[in-house]
T-cell receptor, first 115, second 115 residues
Framework: GNSVTQMEGPVTLSEEAFLTINCTYT??????LFWYVQYPGEGLQLLLK?????DKGSNKGFEATYRKETTSFHLEKGSVQVSDSAVYFC??????????????FGKGTKLSVIP | EAGVAQSPRYKIIEKRQSVAFWCNPI?????LYWYQQILGQGPKLLIQ????????DSQLPKDRFSAERLKGVDSTLKIQPAKLEDSAVYLC?????????????FGSGTQLSVL
């Protein structure tokens, strides 16, 4: 079946540090890949997405590249801010013959950025 | 535009009691999802509706959980009777189109505690 594996947290970084959160997936065919973010006290919201191999999704300084050869979609940011403190979820949406297009999430990685 | 609305925000019940959650998706969104998010884990799909029809309920514990979306707009999720392991945040989400890379919008969730 479809699955997403994320690096375990929590991750604690100093402001302006470089961030990488690893994500690998298992799926048949060509899934779409997503990063969702959950800020404290708020609902999940889409951070970025990529729909085919070698696509790069980007938003708010975050980037992730769809690597089909390594089945990965690692999240990166060159310089984190305190406001980036949140839980980050990697997710995939398979193209299935039945077309349910449901999201399968990883367990989430909690990021804390300290001043 | 208004977001996905959920109520109540919090609910505390004793085991074997019944509970219901309500969700009003973004206007015009045909697809609606209910997810269960247990503490420390990623959201897990319970049921998916397309308009007022069920697309996927394969992970819904049908002996105790039920959901409906009678008029293809708002939806209710019910648990009867509740168990301790049902303690979780129940998330409602909607999307405009039935497509793999279409953005999912999440509500803030209902946090259920079963004592």
């Amino acid at each position: 079946g479809n699955s997403v594996t994320q690096m375990e947290g929590p991750v604690t970084l100093s402001e302006e540090a470089f961030l990488t959160i690893n994500c690998t997936y298992t799926a048949t065919g060509y899934p779409s890949l997503f990063w969702y973010v959950q800020y404290p006290g708020e609902g999940l919201q889409l951070l970025l997405k990529a729909t085919k191999a070698d696509d790069k999704g980007s938003n708010k300084g975050f980037e992730a590249t769809y690597r089909k050869e390594t089945t990965s979609f690692h999240l990166e940011k060159g310089s984190v801010q305190v406001s980036d403190s949140a839980v980050y979820f990697c997710a995939l949406s398979p193209y299935s013959g039945a077309g349910s297009y449901q999201l399968t999430f990883g367990k989430g990685t909690k990021l804390s950025v300290i001043p | 535009e208004a977001g996905v609305a959920q109520s109540p925000r919090y609910k505390i019940i004793e085991k074997r009691q019944s509970v219901a959650f309500w969700c009003n998706p973004i206007s015009g969104h045909a697809t609606l999802y209910w997810y269960q998010q247990i503490l420390g884990q990623g959201p897990k799909l319970l049921i998916q509706f397309q308009n007022n029809g069920v697309v996927d309920d394969s992970q819904l514990p049908k002996d105790r959980f039920s959901a409906e979306r009678l008029k293809g707009v708002d939806s209710t999720l019910k648990i009867q009777p509740a168990k301790l392991e049902d303690s979780a945040v129940y998330l409602c989400a909607s999307r405009r189109l039935f497509a793999a890379n279409e953005k999912l919008f999440f509500g803030s969730g209902t946090q259920l505690s079963v004592l």
